[in-house]
């Protein structure tokens, strides 16, 4: 599943409020039928896109990284571009070259089953 346009830095509060509402809200606490908290099925299952939300690249450890796709959103008015290269090298210190090949390329390509072997990452957004 995929939640798109919807950016990615809410997701941690998110996350927390379904696993509290599972653990406290429940009489016996979780919510029969579920094996685990919401919040993990959450990092398993739920990818999710986001453009100028440098939020999602500093919480990115309390999600899954690996389901974070980051996109321009080009031609839309609220887009990056022209000036993608610029926001990311802004939003995205501290990520590892894993998490940035990940969150800009990666990710896509697995979850859509493309053949990025040739494609090189960009040197600025390394």
Not at 10 to 17: K, L
Not at 48 to 55: P, Y
Request: hydrophobic share 40%.
């Amino acid at each position: 599943m995929v939640c798109a346009e919807g950016d990615a830095g809410w997701m941690p509060h998110y996350m927390y409020r379904m696993d509290h509402a599972a653990q406290f809200n429940v009489e016996g606490g979780i919510i029969p039928g579920l094996s685990k908290l919401p919040s993990e099925y959450l990092k398993s299952n739920v990818s999710m896109t986001f453009q100028d939300d440098w939020v999602a690249f500093k919480t990115k450890d309390l999600m899954n990284y690996k389901q974070l796709i980051w996109a321009n959103d080009y031609p839309h008015t609220d887009s990056t571009w022209p000036h993608s290269q610029e926001l990311l090298a802004e939003h995205a210190t501290g990520l590892t070259p894993e998490e940035t090949r990940a969150i800009l390329r990666d990710n896509t390509a697995r979850l859509f089953n493309l053949d990025v072997t040739a494609m090189p990452m960009m040197e600025a957004a390394e």
